[in-house]
């Protein structure tokens, strides 16, 4: 084998998942873990894995050698739920949500929602660009590398447009390579408020095909909930956007069960996320139709709600994945360290399923488990060294940044 452009060695426990596709029952905690372990790296992919002495032949004299000092390296997280791009904050709503006004309440009122519309309306794309690479800064140093991007705050084409081009230029800006989902089905606008069935025909016949004409998402996501789409109308939407190549996801039975998740299932759609209130009809879909369940754990804390039945569905066969679902409204948490904490303390996942719900599952939930979410010879090179001896370490403490390096396409992008 060649000379590598870089090695990481002494490495603790290496722990990762395996293979490309979604792992679920049993196999959600299938881990691999590789004692005194070391990573070759040749142009940004992973092109040995080893255990103890680093073979010789590998090494030349530019060849950077990282000690990973007895750590735990894992595979880069994966975001697979983010509404990443939006103007303003609603820091407003804290003091309503914690009188108990009810999450539905607020948007009815045409809070919520509508209001971070109103304030992403009348931001600049540049406005947008600099405020979101903040976030995706912050997010990178919490071991981000790979992370996926709503649109839904501009309920406008031409507003939708400036969300998803703001996440274009910063897929070819920064380190965290981004998805980018199309969700302008995520309430029905102010201008729409007396006419919903001509918001959804603007969707279906103007924005879809804009969107999958210049290629601008890969994913469509639809609110399926109370007072905002129902599942009939998020059926539309989502076959329309099926046709047109894009994959379907949804926002299904996070307040109310109102047949999102038995739909996911039916449409064979990619993924459907929230799921607090699925009842056991959706899971068994989901199961049936091969749907990725994206579960959002730091909402459920942050709307003091319920914790979706993660157990339930590990062992009715549906893929979990965690994500953050970062937003201004429902949980402002971008940490997907956090994230994971929250779903082995409160689903009761060990820390092998969360860690393949927050790596391989979550990459297959975004397409990109080709490329991501595995430690594995031929992956790209996107690696966490943590400040943590094992995987236990890392889920028993909570509450501070235990990433230390972070490296993506085989660079050292961060060093905490
Ligand atoms: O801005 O409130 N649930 N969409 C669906 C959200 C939460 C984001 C928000
Ligand atoms: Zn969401």
């Known amino acids: 084998m060649d000379i590598q452009d870089r090695i990481i060695y002494n490495i603790g426990v290496l722990a990762t998942a395996e293979g490309r596709t979604p792992h679920k029952g049993k196999e959600q905690g299938d881990i691999k873990q590789i004692e005194n372990a070391y990573i070759a790296?040749?142009?940004g992919i992973i092109s040995k894995i080893g255990s103890g002495e680093v073979d010789k032949n590998l090494i030349g004299k530019n060849t950077e050698l990282i000690d990973a000092q007895g750590k735990l390296v894992t595979a880069g997280l994966v975001d697979a739920h983010t509404h990443l791009v939006f103007g303003g904050w609603r820091e407003h709503e804290l003091a309503l949500k914690l009188k108990g006004v009810p999450y539905l309440d607020i948007l009815?009122?045409?809070?919520?929602?509508?209001?971070?519309?109103?304030?992403?309306?009348?931001?600049?794309?540049?406005?947008?660009?600099?405020?979101?690479?903040?976030?995706?800064?912050?997010?990178?140093?919490?071991?981000?590398?790979?992370?996926?991007?709503k649109s839904g705050y501009g309920l406008s084409l031409e507003h939708e447009i400036k969300q998803l081009n703001v996440v274009k230029r910063l897929n070819e800006s920064q380190p965290i390579e981004l998805v980018?989902?199309?969700?302008?089905?995520?309430?029905?606008?102010?201008?729409?408020?007396?006419?919903?069935?001509?918001?959804?025909?603007?969707?279906?016949?103007?924005?879809?095909?804009?969107?999958?004409?210049?290629?601008?998402?890969?994913?469509?996501?639809?609110?399926?909930?109370?007072?905002?789409?129902?599942?009939?109308?998020?059926?539309?939407?989502?076959t329309t956007a099926q046709k047109l190549n894009m994959g379907a996801k949804i926002h299904a039975d996070e307040i109310d069960a109102i047949g999102g998740s038995q739909l996911a299932g039916e449409i064979h759609?990619?993924?459907?996320?929230?799921?607090?209130?699925?009842?056991?009809?959706?899971?068994?879909?989901?199961?049936?139709?091969?749907?990725?369940?994206?579960?959002?754990?730091?909402?459920?804390?942050?709307?003091?709600?319920?914790?979706?039945?993660?157990?339930?569905?590990?062992?009715?066969?549906?893929?979990?994945?965690?994500?953050?679902?970062?937003?201004?409204?429902?949980?402002?948490?971008?940490?997907?360290?956090?994230?994971?904490?929250?779903?082995?303390?409160?689903?009761?996942?060990?820390?092998?399923?969360?860690?393949?719900?927050?790596?391989?599952?979550a990459a297959c939930a975004i397409g990109k488990a080709d490329k991501v979410g595995t430690v594995e010879v031929?992956?790209?090179?996107?690696?966490?060294?943590?400040?943590?001896?094992?995987?236990?370490?890392?889920?028993?403490?909570?509450?501070?940044?235990?990433?230390?390096?972070?490296?993506?396409?085989?660079?050292?992008?961060?060093?905490?």
């Open 41 to 43: 790296i040749k142009d």
């Open 108 to 149: 009815r009122q045409g809070g919520g929602i509508l209001s971070t519309v109103r304030s992403t309306r009348s931001s600049s794309e540049d406005e947008l660009y600099e405020k979101t690479s903040e976030a995706l800064e912050e997010m990178l140093k919490l071991g981000t590398t790979t992370c996926e991007a």
């Open 180 to 238: 980018s989902t199309f969700m302008a089905a995520h309430a029905v606008p102010e201008e729409y408020k007396d006419n919903k069935q001509g918001y959804v025909d603007l969707i279906i016949n103007d924005m879809l095909p804009f969107v999958a004409e210049n290629k601008l998402a890969q994913y469509c996501d639809v609110f399926c909930e109370t007072a905002v789409f129902d599942k009939e109308e998020s059926r539309k939407i989502l």
């Open 269 to 361: 759609a990619v993924s459907a996320e929230h799921l607090i209130v699925a009842p056991d009809e959706g899971i068994k879909s989901m199961a049936d139709g091969g749907t990725i369940a994206v579960l959002l754990p730091s909402t459920s804390f942050y709307l003091d709600k319920t914790f979706a039945r993660a157990r339930e569905m590990i062992n009715q066969g549906v893929p979990v994945a965690v994500a953050s679902d970062f937003n201004p409204g429902s949980t402002p948490n971008l940490s997907m360290q956090l994230t994971m904490n929250i779903a082995s303390y409160k689903y009761k996942m060990t820390p092998e399923e969360v860690l393949t719900a927050a790596t391989l599952n």
């Open 378 to 416: 031929g992956k790209q090179a996107d690696l966490l060294i943590w400040n943590a001896p094992n995987l236990d370490r890392i889920f028993y403490r909570y509450g501070h940044n235990q990433v230390k390096t972070v490296i993506k396409c085989g660079n050292i992008v961060v060093n905490n």
